[in-house]
């Protein structure tokens, strides 16, 4: 596999496709991937620092840490992607091409580094005998707290609420393809957890925090083992200030090719904005906010089609309520609604028809765990999230 030199925050640093392994007999197995988007760097730098910790401290630890490297050529040219995003491109038919057809001479680019990622993960599986953890990181281009984004399923809250930083729900919805999803559909615990700006070192540091605990929630290291994971909690804690602990994406602005799509400047992560304010220009004139909420992932980079995210607070509550729907299986009253009926050859899957379902809201699907998979025209279609309650082996 290949091994490239990158220029990360004015020193030069050697990556390789696995960043690193760290087992001690049998247990969970946690998987961090970093710069599947190649100027992301910085999951990669706080995989190296952990791994080290963890080598030069030799704590009691049971299972596996194991570091991916996402996209490596881009990672050596510190650019999003080459020819296509390589964090948008794993969906079902796209993985089936990759596994039934052998590597030709021809391919490269994100082919090359989706082949190379799918081999390395899936050897990672193969050889796990506890349950996986998989955890993806990110930076963003806009400066602001760290926050983690997940599937809404309970096995992954559970995991999620470890983390002392924002939750955000729908986020992974608005997007097809991504690594998180294909990965949360084999079974495992999966969540995405964005750091800060590209360049920041807290953002590196807010990812060393991350790793600590996935490995304390995972239940591969004590807490008390090391003190840098006793640290990890403080560290997140103070990075997040007065914000909510859940929110739900309500809106994404798409940036379609050649829309001179141009953010206003100095929006941060969780800046409270207000419907009809002016975010953004592009060639149609001003993009004005569609609601009142809270801005995520400004896109302040060439590079991406998501412009920003408008993301509202959600109580405890409702997410006690959802729980307590999805343990007693309320979606089993699903295809009794008016206006929803079963899709015809998905299974989990129903079309909703918006003209008489109207007062179905994408809230009550994704309190009882269904995730929107398509709109056309007058009918969503939604899924119910595989694997909820319990993991792949029961
Ligand atoms: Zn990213």
Sequence with gaps: MSVLSVEVQGSTREFQRIVGS???????????????????????????????????????????????AGNLSALSRSLRYINEDLNR??????????????????????????RELLAALEAVFDRSRGEVYFMDLHTSSAFGA???????????????FEFPVPVILGLEEQIDGTLLEYVNGLGHVTLGFEA????????????????????????????GSVSEAEEARNKLTASVDHLPQVLEIRYRHEVKPHDDFVMQKGFRNFQKIHARERLATDRHGDVLAECDGRILLPLYQGLGDDGFFIGRDIKPFWLRVSSLLRYLRADRLVPWLPG????????????VNRQVARWLVPQIFHLLGFRKKRVTGDKIIVSRRLYDLRGPNG
């Design 89 to 114: 491109i794993w969906t079902p038919e796209r993985v089936r091409q990759i596994k039934t057809t052998a590597p030709s001479p021809f391919e490269d680019g994100e082919d090359v580094e989706m």
């Design 146 to 160: 760290p926050f983690v984004l997940l599937g809404d399923t309970l096995r992954n809250r559970r995991f999620a």
């Design 22 to 68: 760290f087992k001690r007999d049998d247990g969970p197995t946690v998987v961090c991937v970093g710069g599947i988007h190649g100027n992301e760097a910085s999951g990669v730098v706080a995989l190296k620092e952990v791994f080290s910790v963890l080598q030069s401290k030799r704590p009691s630890f049971r299972g596996e840490l194991v570091g991916v």
């Design 196 to 223: 800060g700006e590209h360049h920041q070192t807290t953002s590196v540091e807010n990812q060393e925090a991350a790793i600590w605990i996935a490995l304390m929630a995972a239940g591969n290291l004590e807490s």
């Design 340 to 351: 929803v009926r079963r899709h015809p050859d998905q299974p989990n899957t129903f079309v």
